[in-house]
């Protein structure tokens, strides 16, 4: 069954197998080198990971995220994904990218085990060229004539085909993995290889021996000697060898691999036909979900369909072995779509014996969604009276709530950082803000959803109203803040949204009661579906891959949690800030008894606050100044620490460390102090290191103060007033969702006004466009109409 190992050293072998390995061993030998896997490592654009592979083969995985320590894998390549279109010859640079991603798994101390198709369509090739070949020389003779006419192309069998494509597949193979410094050996199986005991046993030994020398085994059924496939013949328990597919579980079980990873043509298993209209890719198949499923025709080439590829997964699953079954043919997932999958990131249909309690994500998304026009469709009493009632929920269930915030303190003890700890307490005084907050949103709710914005007659008896609508689903991501829940849940129903919630794990216990209370607010009028708490183990970066599903993602965290979303989130809008690097000019005429006050509550009240003071600014005249003298004088004993700008540190003898960049957020009790000469010249330096978000003028001369807040570009620029009023609920929002320092949609602290949209209501009588045209007989007015008052009362 071995035709060909290449690049290998013998004294591994067992000395009974030398002769017959040594008789279809190339030439060269190929003793992996270290310098060579660096320099693989090195050039190769797939990360470079090391991860715990030991594991006792036995059930199958349970979650994607445990895919990571799968050691033993099997590839299967399908027929559409190894030939090009026309089905004549192979798809070489998807090819190439297949044999890269296999070989960084295999160079990271898997080991990898390929199932490939292509033999017939290369083979097909080959002959082709052969054919007409021959009957160009033929007819070159017979007429005389240079030229050729058409020439007919006989039907070719496909075991001929194979039996001519074998050895240039396996040869391309070769050269493929030779650039990685990895040997492959080719293994050409039959159905009779498996019912034969002593061939099984034979095949798992040169397969593990294979294996052992770190070995790519390539294996194929020989489809030049192979009979026609049977139906209906598996044996009991034991699935026949027909295609390469049910090969590719075979192997997979018997040798105890603990992922099988199939590519297809198709992003992976549907509940219908792909490119019907309602069909839906299925995240993770159960066993027994087959009658959920209508299986469609099988791929353009090759012998199975996805029926055929479901069975087999089935199996192996029942094997002890996972499976994914996922595209490989999609230019833009192609090239990662293995190590994306080994690394357990939502790619293709993840087979599982391991059902969830709860619904999936998926599902979790359709009910918000249509939990959210539910709630749309309310009277703004009722959407007010579901917050009015979680307020009341918030102090009534006050020692509930503690006593969950006090678990989830206890295990973040010694692991989270003394700022985030601060974040993620809870206390009976936050408690009451957080009640007072939802009470000011519920009575703003009233003029919300459904507010006419304008009004315009565009004809007799045709009127156009512009009015405010829910967004549709927010998925609101948050680290360690347990108030934010509800407060954001607050601002969804008083707008109407469907709501996804993702948490932290560290605020896990105070999260699920918090979204209890809310299901329990929103239950008065039927609409508890509305707001989903996301308690699976999804990925932040897979959840934002969803975007038939979510409408606006909200993130608020850290700044490196917003730039992974900005990054991940794939044609979904992205509301958020991702850092707040907020300033405060101190200038000439500033007050003396004002700027202390100003700058410790900026600074020192909540350091880890976005909205906190990172960039102290100076005008040189103050230097040397008792002034400037107490502002540092504060500082030190409040224990801040100083870091010192370049030009601040040109003035000093003993400076402060110098500051590493000046477009730092620290989130904690550190602060930049750096000199400008002017106040255009602080402008320019909070354009230059800002982030737009939050500035502040000290000043007590009014020209000067209005000249940088006309001229500041940011979301929120004060005079005289902490960076910490940067707040929704200091701005008399209620709360916020976050803060968006874009310039598109909403900037600032984001509210009620926020989370809305617009739509356009046309009300006419059997009007038509061609009544307008030159020789209609109506003509356009565009007349404003007033805009009736709504009663609040």
């Not at 798809?91 to 990898?112: F, H, P, T």
């Not at 309690?357 to 007010?384: D, H, I």
């Amino acid at each position: 069954m071995l035709s060909q190992v290449c690049r290998s050293g013998f004294q591994s072998f067992p000395q009974h197998l030398l002769p017959w390995v040594q008789s279809t061993m190339l030439s060269r030998s190929c003793r992996i080198q270290p310098s060579a896997i660096r320099h693989v490592r090195s050039w190769s654009n797939i990360p470079f990971i090391t991860v715990p592979l030991s594991r006792t083969h036995g059930k199958s995985f349970a979650h994607r995220s445990e895919l990571k320590h799968a050691k033993r894998i099997v590839v299967k390549l399908g027929s559409a994904v190894v030939t090009r279109g026309d089905e004549c010859g192979l798809a070489l640079g998807r090819l190439a990218s297949i044999v890269e991603q296999v070989s960084v798994l295999q160079n990271q101390g898997r080991e990898m085990m390929l199932v490939t198709s292509g033999a017939v369509a290369f083979g097909k090739q080959r002959l082709r060229h052969e054919i007409l070949l021959s009957q160009s020389v033929r007819q070159a003779l017979h007429s005389g004539q240079n030229h050729l006419k058409e020439m007919a192309i006989p039907v070719l069998e496909a075991r001929a085909c194979a039996a001519a494509g074998q050895s240039g597949l396996m040869a391309l193979y070769e050269a493929m993995f030779t650039q990685y410094s990895i040997c492959a050996a080719q293994i050409l199986v039959t159905n009779l290889d498996f019912h034969d005991e002593q061939k099984r046993r034979n095949l798992n030994g040169t397969l593990h021996e294979l294996l052992r020398m770190n070995i790519v085994p390539i294996v194929n059924t020989n489809d030049a000697v192979v009979p026609p496939a049977e139906p209906n013949s598996d044996l009991q328990g034991v699935i026949s060898v027909k295609d390469n597919d049910s090969l590719a579980a075979r192997l997979a079980v018997e040798m105890k691999t603990d992922l099988l990873i199939v590519l297809s043509d198709v992003e992976g298993l549907f509940d219908s036909p792909p490119g019907s209209d309602d069909a839906k890719l299925i995240d993770i198949f159960y066993p027994g979900d087959q009658q959920s499923v209508t299986f469609g025709t099988k791929s353009r080439v090759g012998m199975g369909g996805m029926e055929a590829k479901v069975k087999a997964a089935l199996w192996a699953l029942q094997g002890g072995t996972s499976v994914v079954i996922a595209n490989g043919t999609h230019p833009k997932v192609s090239g990662h779509v293995i190590t994306d999958i080994v690394e357990g990131k939502k790619v293709g249909t993840f087979f599982s014996e391991v059902k969830p309690a709860g619904p999936t994500v998926e599902q979790q998304g359709e009910m918000a969604r249509s939990g959210g026009r539910m709630l749309a469709t309310l009277e703004p009493e009722q959407r007010a009276e579901i917050i009015h009632h979680l307020a009341d929920l918030l102090t009534d269930q006050r020692d509930e709530i503690l006593l969950a915030n006090k678990k989830d303190l206890e295990e973040a003890e010694g692991r989270l950082a003394t700022p985030l700890l601060k974040r993620l307490s809870l206390s009976t005084s936050k408690l009451n803000s957080l009640a007072i907050g939802l009470r000011q949103i519920a009575a703003s709710s009233q003029e919300s959803v459904g507010r006419v914005l304008r009004r315009t007659r565009i004809a007799k008896d045709l009127e156009l109203e512009q009015v405010t609508v829910p967004i549709g689903v927010l998925l609101v991501i948050f680290e360690s803040r347990p108030d934010c829940l509800p407060q954001v849940a607050a601002l969804a129903i008083a707008s109407g949204n469907g709501l996804l919630l993702k948490g932290g794990k560290e605020a896990s216990h105070s999260n699920r009661i918090l979204h209890l209370l809310t299901q329990e607010a929103l239950s008065i009028h039927g609409v508890k579906e509305a707001v989903q708490l996301v308690n699976t183990r999804e990925e932040v970066e897979d959840l934002c891959r969803l975007d038939k599903m979510i409408d606006l993602i909200i993130p608020r965290g850290s700044s490196q949690l917003v730039r992974d979303i900005q990054k991940a989130a794939k044609g979904i809008p992205v509301m958020g800030h991702s850092e707040g690097i907020c300033h405060m000019y101190v200038d000439s005429e500033a007050s003396v008894d004002k700027v202390t006050r100003l700058v410790r509550d900026s600074k020192c009240e909540y350091p880890a606050a976005c909205n906190a003071l990172e960039t102290l600014l100076i005008h040189r005249d103050l230097l040397r100044t008792p002034l400037f003298d107490q502002i540092i004088d504060m500082l030190r004993v409040e224990q801040v620490k100083i870091h010192a700008g370049p030009k601040f540190a040109s003035y000093l003898t003993f400076s402060p460390s110098e500051v590493k960049s000046l477009r730092t957020e620290y989130g904690d009790l550190e602060l930049c102090i750096e000199v400008v000469d002017s106040v255009q010249d602080a402008i320019d330096h909070i354009h230059k290191y800002g982030s737009s978000h939050t500035d502040v003028i000290v000043t007590e001369n009014e020209k000067t103060a209005e000249f940088f807040l006309q001229h500041v570009d940011s979301a929120c620029v004060f005079w005289n007033a902490s960076t910490r009023f940067s707040d929704g609920y200091r701005f008399g929002l209620g709360a916020e969702v976050g803060i968006s320092t874009s310039r598109i949609h909403a900037r600032g602290p984001v509210g009620l006004e926020g989370l809305l949209t617009t739509k356009w209501l046309l009300r006419g009588q059997d009007h038509v466009v061609s009544d307008f045209s030159e020789h209609g007989s109506l003509k356009y007015l565009h007349e404003n109409l007033p805009i009736p008052q709504r009663n609040t009362n």
